[in-house]
């Protein structure tokens, strides 16, 4: 395997030519679990600009911690735009937190799979949201999530039509252990699709 993820994926035949348009895409971690995973919930099934104006009215009506969120009356959170169901899923992660004082710290020596059940035990939070989790807020490297419709039309436009979600993590194997990276290239190749469906949930 080569050095560096950059250099892997500049000789693979799909991600290649990405990378030479866009350059080294890089993972940056978010440096809160909570508050990047509320920002996912806030992201689900709704258009980029609507989850954009939610997260910044919530934002500056609560202290997005799971104790300001929990404080915060639930007339409140409505009132920033969460749905009746969104509400509910910011409190049960916030409780959650609250419960078992979950940190990026607390998932360090975590495997990917470990993360990925911890999260998705918590109501309102399934595969697509912790695999966001995983690439944004932990910068895990190896992670393809084939749940999110940006990542599919890519592939589509990459690689080509046709394939089922199966065969596209089968397909996908090459570009193991730089899996995330080649996710961003992808996610690039329908820039025109995220950008009016941003990350779409289907859980």
């Known amino acids: 395997m080569s050095d560096s993820p950059h250099e892997a994926l500049r000789a693979d035949p799909d991600i290649g030519p990405l990378v030479a348009a866009h350059g080294e895409l ?11 995973l509320v920002v996912s919930i806030l992201r ?39 749905s009746r169901q969104k509400t509910r899923y910011v409190n049960e992660v916030a409780d959650t937190f609250l419960d078992r004082d979950y940190s990026l710290e607390t998932f360090e020596d975590a495997t990917d799979e470990e993360i990925r059940e911890a999260l998705t035990a918590i109501t309102g939070v399934g595969d697509w949201t912790a695999n966001m989790q995983l690439l944004f807020a932990f ?11 940006g990542i599919r039309k890519g592939f589509e436009a990459v690689v080509g039509e046709g394939y089922s979600r199966a065969e596209m993590r089968e397909y996908a194997e090459r570009w193991s252990p730089y899996r995330s990276y080649a996710s961003l290239y992808l996610w690039r190749a329908s820039e025109d699709i995220a950008e009016s469906v941003a990350e779409v949930r289907e859980d």
């Open 139 to 149: 910068g895990r490297e190896d992670v393809f999530p084939v749940g999110d419709l």
């Open 44 to 82: 689900q099934q709704v258009s980029m600009a609507s989850a954009a104006a939610t997260r910044e009215r919530l934002f500056d009506a609560v202290t997005v911690t799971p104790a300001g969120i929990r404080e915060a009356d639930d007339e409140i959170l409505r009132d920033a735009g969460l």
């Open 26 to 36: 890089t993972l940056d971690p978010a440096s809160d679990l909570f508050e990047r």
